[in-house]
């Protein structure tokens, strides 16, 4: 009689999941600028079973970013050199077109969205065929709070009301970087994600603009939004100069300036 032995577990083959959600391949994707104290919790808090990637776009950090997410399970992509945040989130979506992702979700590296929501994002693409979803903190039904400063409160409540005048549509929301967008709008010559003029804070603005004047199905969901305490670290934005560059793309490309 043969015994017939088991394979050492090392040589299991292990199966990698795709199209956990749905249906749908996801990535989340996550710009990271020396968040050391602060990406372990993110990465950690993505639902493993709701997407297929995670992937921490390292923007020159010169902390642990980038071990401590790789520790949690994250991939990342080290770019080098401080790009901004726009190249970064740029890196990250060509990098999961090459891998066949369907669709991107956008996630704060400095701890501030609640990854519990992504089924918010995800549904209404396959339950309505949206092409972004937006999350919006003042929604019926979203929060936001924490240590944030008073000329974002401002800003946040300024931006979309600008935006909604050049959009010719009523949106709550357009500095939140929480949202879900399929790839293969991007395809759509209209659209250009590698002017350099998009490196900073500019991309994300951008992408909500083109899809909503391009005519692509837009929509909202309530969602958390909670600014970390100061002493885990200030924002990264710098208060003219980030908000700036968060409010020039509306000109630009409500005056036709650029494309």
Same mark, same amino acid.
């Given at each position: 009689?043969?015994?017939r032995?088991?394979p050492?577990?090392?040589?299991?083959?292990?199966?990698?999941k795709?199209?956990?959600?749905?249906?749908?391949k996801?990535s989340?994707?996550?710009?990271?600028?020396?968040?050391?104290?602060?990406?372990?919790?993110?990465?950690?808090?993505?639902?493993?079973?709701?997407v297929?990637?995670?992937?921490?776009?390292d923007d020159?950090?010169?902390?642990?970013?980038?071990?401590?997410a790789?520790?949690?399970g994250?991939?990342?992509?080290? !770019?080098?050199a401080?790009?901004?945040? $726009?190249? *970064? @989130?740029?890196?990250? +979506?060509?990098?999961?077109?090459?891998r066949?992702?369907d669709?991107?979700?956008?996630?704060?590296?400095?701890?501030?969205?609640?990854?519990?929501?992504i089924?918010?994002?995800?549904d209404p693409?396959?339950?309505?065929g949206?092409?972004?979803?937006?999350?919006?903190?003042?929604?019926?039904g979203g929060?936001?709070?924490g240590?944030?400063?008073a000329y974002?409160?401002?800003?946040?409540?300024?931006?979309?009301?600008?935006?909604s005048?050049?959009?010719?549509?009523r949106?709550?929301?357009?500095?939140?970087?929480f949202?879900a967008?399929r790839l293969?709008?991007?395809?759509?010559?209209?659209?250009d !994600?590698?002017?350099?003029?998009?490196? $900073?804070? *500019? @991309?994300?603005?951008? +992408?909500?603009y083109?899809?909503?004047?391009?005519?692509?199905?837009?929509?909202?969901?309530?969602?958390?939004?909670?600014?970390p305490p100061?002493?885990?670290?200030i924002?990264k934005?710098?208060?003219?100069?980030?908000w700036?560059?968060i409010?020039?793309?509306v000109?630009?490309?409500?005056?036709?300036?650029?494309?």
């Amino acid at each position: 009689m043969i015994e017939r032995r088991r394979p050492p577990p090392n040589r299991i083959a292990i199966q990698t999941k795709t199209n956990v959600y749905r249906g749908l391949k996801v990535s989340v994707l996550i710009p990271a600028y020396n968040e050391e104290s602060k990406i372990g919790a993110v990465v950690s808090r993505v639902p493993k079973d709701l997407v297929d990637l995670i992937l921490v776009v390292d923007d020159g950090s010169t902390d642990r970013t980038a071990d401590v997410a790789r520790a949690e399970g994250a991939e990342v992509l080290s !770019l080098g050199a401080v790009l901004g945040v $726009g190249a *970064a @989130l740029r890196s990250g +979506i060509r990098l999961s077109q090459s891998r066949g992702i369907d669709v991107a979700i956008f996630m704060a590296g400095n701890n501030k969205d609640e990854p519990k929501e992504i089924p918010r994002l995800l549904d209404p693409i396959v339950e309505s065929g949206q092409d972004i979803v937006m999350g919006s903190r003042f929604l019926s039904g979203g929060r936001y709070g924490g240590d944030m400063p008073a000329y974002r409160k401002f800003a946040t409540r300024l931006h979309p009301w600008l935006l909604s005048l050049f959009c010719g549509k009523r949106i709550t929301e357009s500095t939140n970087g929480f949202r879900a967008f399929r790839l293969d709008r991007l395809a759509d010559r209209r659209i250009d !994600l590698d002017q350099p003029w998009l490196d $900073g804070y *500019a @991309l994300e603005v951008y +992408i909500l603009y083109k899809f909503i004047t391009l005519g692509f199905k837009h929509t909202e969901v309530p969602c958390t939004k909670i600014y970390p305490p100061k002493k885990l670290g200030i924002t990264k934005m710098k208060p003219v100069v980030g908000w700036w560059d968060i409010l020039r793309p509306v000109f630009i490309l409500g005056l036709k300036l650029k494309r």
